[in-house]
């Protein structure tokens, strides 16, 4: 018996020093592809972004928290105002919310909270500013890096950044044909802000 155990043993050395059946080899060999295989595919599922995160990237010249000033138009005929705007991504990136408090002499001007997100259905924008008294829907697109919200064809609101680094917001009218501004607010990065 001891004979035979020895014989077959011997079978085997053989058998896996010719590489016929390479067994252990090949165990290794797939454990190593199975290994590589799973950090390829959690790699992958860590860092795809869906069509909607990918649009609302886009939108990361918004992120913060700002302070600055606007004017209303005409000039001449108004005041200059104080605001805050804090910018957040939402629910994994795609949605974008912004809470502004706009003052003049320490009395409200504007308060809003507004959702932000990415139909891509439709490939649009929608923004939606919420006040106390309700909502006005508008769908906007990016165009030249600048996001431009519309509603209907006569009122528009366009956000950026600028140059100098401020985050600029501004709406206009269409009156006789020409784009008019309405309001302007130009903002700088600050510290935190709490609503």
């Not at 995160?53 to 138009?73: H, R």
């Not at 005409?74 to 910018?87: C, H, M, R």
């Not at 140059?163 to 020409?178: A, D, H, P, Q, R």
């Amino acid at each position: 018996m001891i004979l035979n155990i020895l014989k077959y043993k011997e079978e085997v050395w053989s058998i896996k020093n010719n590489s016929i059946f390479p067994i252990k080899k090949m165990k290794k060999q797939l454990k190593w592809i199975l290994v590589f295989i799973g950090i390829y595919l959690s790699i992958n599922t860590v860092y795809a972004q869906s069509e909607e995160q990918l649009a609302m990237a886009k939108l990361s010249f918004m992120i913060g928290d700002w302070k600055g000033e606007g004017t209303s138009y005409p000039k001449a005929e108004n005041k200059k105002y104080d605001v805050l705007s804090k910018v957040r991504y939402d629910l994994d990136g795609t949605l974008l919310v912004l809470k502004h408090r706009s003052t003049r002499e320490e009395q409200p001007v504007l308060s809003l909270h507004t959702i932000i997100y990415y139909n891509k259905k439709e490939k649009v924008y929608y923004y939606y500013p919420f006040t106390e008294k309700g909502v006005r829907p508008f769908k906007g697109n990016i165009v030249d890096g600048k996001l431009i919200c519309t509603i209907g064809d006569s009122y528009r609101l366009i956000f950026q950044r600028t140059k100098e680094g401020f985050f600029n917001e501004y709406g206009e009218k269409l009156v006789n044909n020409t784009w008019e501004k309405n309001f302007e607010d130009k903002l700088l990065p600050t510290s935190e802000i709490t609503f």
